[in-house]
């Protein structure tokens, strides 16, 4: 009785999570294609005009271009904020004076809507370029701020102890010891950070100043041009999966690397 009712379970067939992942897109898209053929669903078109949008989108090299300086201010603003992140954790990690004075600041920030800083940024910093760069880096410092924090304070006092009982200099210890210890949530944190670093961009573009990939779905939007629209949407959500998969597997390799 025992045997069979461990065997039973065990030679149930399972299926693969690729297989269900296909499963659910397919039901998804043939609803998709069911609700936008029925009349009166002018704002959703169809799967086959949204595709066959975009193919000729891309193909023209028309929401290409837009996208790719969309990147750039998103690269540059990730640099920037990685640069102040990493600075800016490691500090609140490392001493308590400067959590205590700045932590409440990092916390009250990550936790504002970035898009009400528009107004202010516009004047301050102005509507082009240094205002996107800015408005991405408010969108995506914080997360990255957060999770350094975290990760130096979890690293070992023992470990820090032992090091400095054998000479080491502060300097020594931060960058053999601390940091290294401290790579995985640095991982995870840049990772979070490329993906709210995009959002920031296609809101500053959309909000700040109508430009690149903005353009391209305001314009859209304007003329209620919807397989347009909903195919750039769909496209700008796809290079946000292929970074994310990408910073996906630099984590991996970082975390392997620094802590095997």
Same mark, same amino acid.
């Given at each position: 009785?025992?045997?069979?009712?461990?065997?039973?379970?065990?030679?149930?067939?399972?299926?693969?999570?690729?297989?269900?992942?296909?499963?659910?897109?397919?039901?998804?898209?043939?609803?998709?294609?069911?609700?936008?053929?029925?009349?009166?669903?002018?704002?959703?078109?169809?799967?086959?005009?949204?595709?066959?949008?975009?193919?000729?989108?891309?193909?023209?090299?028309?929401?290409?271009?837009?996208?790719?300086?969309?990147?750039?201010?998103?690269?540059?603003?990730?640099?920037?904020?990685?640069?102040?992140?990493?600075?800016?954790?490691?500090?609140?990690?490392?001493?308590?004076?400067?959590?205590?004075?700045?932590?409440?600041?990092?916390?009250?920030?990550?936790?504002?809507?970035?898009?009400?800083?528009?107004?202010?940024?516009?004047?301050?910093?102005?509507?082009?370029?240094?205002?996107?760069?800015?408005?991405?880096?408010?969108?995506?410092?914080?997360?990255?701020?957060?999770?350094?924090?975290?990760?130096?304070?979890?690293?070992?006092?023992? #470990?820090?102890?032992?090091? $400095?009982?054998? !000479?080491?200099?502060?300097?020594? +210890?931060?960058? %053999?010891? &601390? *940091?290294?210890?401290?790579?995985?949530?640095?991982?995870?944190?840049?990772?979070?950070?490329?993906?709210?670093?995009?959002?920031?961009?296609?809101?500053?573009?959309?909000?700040?100043?109508?430009?690149?990939?903005?353009?391209?779905?305001?314009?859209?939007?304007? #003329?209620?041009?919807?397989? $347009?629209?909903? !195919?750039?949407?769909?496209?700008? +959500?796809?290079? %946000?999966? &292929? *970074?994310?998969?990408?910073?996906?597997?630099?984590?991996?390799?970082?975390?392997?690397?620094?802590?095997?």
């Amino acid at each position: 009785m025992t045997g069979a009712s461990a065997v039973g379970p065990a030679s149930r067939p399972r299926v693969p999570r690729i297989a269900w992942q296909l499963i659910s897109v397919a039901a998804f898209l043939a609803l998709w294609q069911v609700y936008g053929s029925l009349p009166g669903t002018f704002a959703i078109p169809t799967v086959t005009e949204t595709v066959a949008q975009l193919a000729k989108d891309v193909a023209s090299g028309a929401i290409i271009a837009p996208m790719l300086s969309t990147l750039v201010s998103t690269a540059t603003g990730m640099l920037v904020a990685s640069v102040v992140g990493i600075v800016v954790g490691s500090a609140i990690g490392l001493s308590e004076w400067v959590r205590d004075a700045v932590e409440p600041i990092v916390n009250a920030l990550n936790a504002a809507p970035m898009a009400m800083l528009i107004p202010v940024i516009g004047i301050y910093i102005g509507l082009g370029f240094q205002g996107r760069v800015f408005l991405i880096v408010m969108w995506c410092v914080f997360v990255i701020i957060v999770n350094v924090a975290a990760g130096v304070r979890a690293v070992s006092a023992n #470990l820090v102890e032992t090091a $400095r009982s054998f !000479g080491a200099s502060r300097r020594m +210890t931060y960058f %053999g010891i &601390v *940091l290294p210890s401290a790579v995985p949530y640095l991982a995870v944190g840049l990772r979070l950070g490329l993906g709210r670093a995009l959002r920031g961009a296609i809101a500053a573009e959309l909000l700040l100043s109508v430009v690149d990939t903005g353009k391209f779905l305001r314009q859209a939007g304007a #003329l209620f041009a919807m397989p $347009r629209l909903i !195919g750039g949407i769909i496209f700008v +959500t796809l290079v %946000g999966l &292929v *970074l994310l998969w990408l910073a996906e597997l630099v984590e991996r390799r970082l975390v392997r690397r620094w802590n095997p």
